[in-house]
């Protein structure tokens, strides 16, 4: 080729539940970007118990955003980190000031929005387990870990999220109606938005890989973990 090609900036969004973390760890297994999610940033600094964690769970626990200035200036600055590399964000932007803002630091190549229904979601999520350290998520339907409450990586035990408590899983999908369904019209008038609607993850996941092979080479050594 020669010539080296343009880091791709892209944004993956949708309702809590819809799979972003799920649907983000199998793009890295195919395409070298890094992830970086919102969520696992805030968790990192809740479980360190950091200025930004302990104003983090006030909002968190009551299914609320965090303020729009905090959010911000905690992930520009890990993207400082990534200049040189490609990388994939999850759970940012999550409003139009948040989206704003990145604007004024990067251009947004493509946003990829998982549409999926919120019956679907209220469901999944209560069935929800991680791995706090690594991010890693399984679920007890549809991908339960091998030993049952452990991670299948570190052995370590898995904790249930304290914000999937239904009654905040609904306060959440108020506020992602409310602050960042307006953020998808944002990226859709910039003609960057690429929707994916479904209601399975493993239905949803061959077109977003066709989708990304037009932007990035798959470096994956094996391609039967396209299916995974
Ligand atoms: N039943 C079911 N659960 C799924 C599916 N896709 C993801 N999940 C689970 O649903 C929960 C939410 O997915 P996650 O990737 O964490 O969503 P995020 O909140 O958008 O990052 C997790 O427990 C996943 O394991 C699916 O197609 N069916
Ligand atoms: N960009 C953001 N702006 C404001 N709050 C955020 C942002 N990202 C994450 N949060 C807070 O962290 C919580 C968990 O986020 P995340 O792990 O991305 O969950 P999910 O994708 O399941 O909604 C959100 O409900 C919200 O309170």
Same mark, same amino acid.
């Given at each position: 080729?020669?010539?080296?090609?343009?880091?791709? %900036?892209?944004?993956?969004?949708?309702?809590?539940?819809s799979?972003?973390?799920t649907?983000?760890?199998?793009?890295? @297994?195919?395409?070298a970007?890094?992830?970086?999610?919102?969520?696992?940033l805030? $968790?990192? *600094?809740?479980q360190?118990h950091?200025?930004?964690?302990?104003v983090?769970?006030?909002y968190?626990? %009551?299914?609320?955003l965090?303020?729009?200035?905090?959010?911000?200036?905690?992930?520009? %600055?890990?993207?400082? *980190?990534?200049?040189?590399y490609s990388?994939?964000?999850?759970?940012?932007? %999550?409003?139009? !000031? #948040?989206?704003?803002?990145?604007?004024?630091?990067?251009?947004? /190549?493509?946003?990829?929005?998982?549409?999926? !229904?919120?019956? &679907?979601?209220?469901? +999944?999520?209560?069935? $929800?387990w991680?791995?706090?350290t690594s991010? +890693?998520?399984?679920?007890?339907e549809?991908?339960? !870990? @091998?030993?049952?409450?452990t991670?299948?990586?570190?052995?370590?035990?898995?904790?249930q $999220?304290?914000d999937?408590?239904?009654? =905040?899983?609904?306060? $959440?999908?108020?506020?992602?109606e409310?602050? =960042?369904?307006?953020v998808? /019209?944002?990226?859709r008038?910039?003609g960057?938005?690429?929707s994916?609607?479904? =209601?399975? &993850? *493993?239905k949803?996941?061959?077109?977003?890989?066709?989708?990304l092979? =037009?932007k990035?080479?798959?470096v994956?050594?094996n391609?039967?973990?396209? #299916?995974?």
């Open positions: 080729m020669g010539v080296r090609a343009r880091l791709l %900036r892209a944004v993956i969004m949708g309702p809590p539940g799979g972003k973390g649907v983000s760890s199998r793009i890295v @297994k195919h395409f970007l890094k992830h970086l999610s919102s969520g696992d805030l $968790r990192d *600094n809740m360190r950091t200025g930004v964690g302990v983090a769970k006030t968190i626990d %009551r299914g609320q965090i303020p729009d200035d905090i959010m911000t200036q905690l992930v520009l %600055r890990e993207l400082k *980190n990534l200049e040189q990388w994939l964000l999850d759970g940012f932007p %999550r409003t139009v !000031p #948040q989206a704003e803002a990145l604007d004024k630091t990067c251009q947004i /190549d493509t946003v990829i929005d998982l549409d999926v !229904p919120f019956e &679907t979601i209220k469901q +999944r999520l209560t069935a $929800r991680i791995h706090p991010g +890693r998520v399984y679920n007890l549809f991908n339960p !870990p @091998k030993i049952h409450g991670d299948d990586i570190t052995g370590e035990p898995l904790v $999220r304290d999937d408590k239904p009654e =905040t899983v609904t306060k $959440r999908l108020q506020s992602y409310a602050q =960042t369904k307006p998808l /019209d944002y990226y008038k910039k960057v938005l690429k994916f609607s479904g =209601t399975e &993850t *493993n949803i996941w061959p077109h977003v890989y066709a989708f092979q =037009t990035l080479p798959d994956s050594q391609e039967a973990a396209m #299916q995974r």
